[in-house]
C-alpha cells in the first residue's frame, strides 16, 4: 500500500522559511518522479516543483528561485526547502509520486504564510 506523509508545515511571517517532508512507503521511490502541489482557498491545484526520477526538476514561475525540491532516495524522501516566503505563498501543499502508470497523492500540510 502506497502512503505519502508530509509533514513541515505552519505558520511563518512574510520573508521567512519553511522545509516541507515527504516520506514514501510502499514504493520503488527511486524509480518514481516526485512533486509537490498547493492549493488556496477557491484556486485549483497547481504545480509547485517537481523532480523526475533521475532528479531533474522544473518549478512554477512564481516560486523559482526561492523554492528547491530535493530527494533522498536513500531515506524514501521528497523535500521543499521554501525561503522569502510570500502570503501568496499561503495555500495546503499536497505531495505526489507518480511513475507513468499510476500515483498517489499525501494527504496535505497546511503553510500559512503572514504579513
Known amino acids: 500500500q502506497v502512503q505519502l506523509v508530509e509533514s513541515g508545515g505552519g505558520l511563518v511571517q512574510l520573508g521567512g522559511s519553511l522545509r516541507l517532508s515527504c516520506a514514501a512507503s510502499?514504493?520503488?521511490?527511486?524509480?518514481?518522479?516526485v512533486a509537490w502541489y498547493r492549493q488556496a482557498p477557491g484556486k485549483s491545484r497547481e504545480l509547485v516543483a517537481s523532480?523526475?526520477?533521475?532528479?531533474?526538476?522544473n518549478y512554477h514561475p512564481s516560486v523559482k528561485g526561492r523554492f528547491t525540491i530535493s530527494r533522498d532516495n536513500a531515506k524514501n524522501t521528497v523535500y521543499l526547502q521554501m525561503n522569502s516566503l510570500k502570503p501568496e505563498d499561503t495555500a495546503v501543499y499536497y505531495c505526489?509520486?507518480?511513475?507513468?502508470?499510476?500515483?498517489?497523492w499525501g494527504q496535505g500540510t497546511q503553510v500559512t504564510v503572514s504579513s
Open positions: 505526489y509520486a507518480g511513475n507513468g502508470a499510476t500515483g498517489s
Open positions: 523532480a523526475d526520477s533521475s532528479a531533474s526538476t
Open positions: 510502499g514504493i520503488i521511490f527511486r524509480s518514481y518522479a
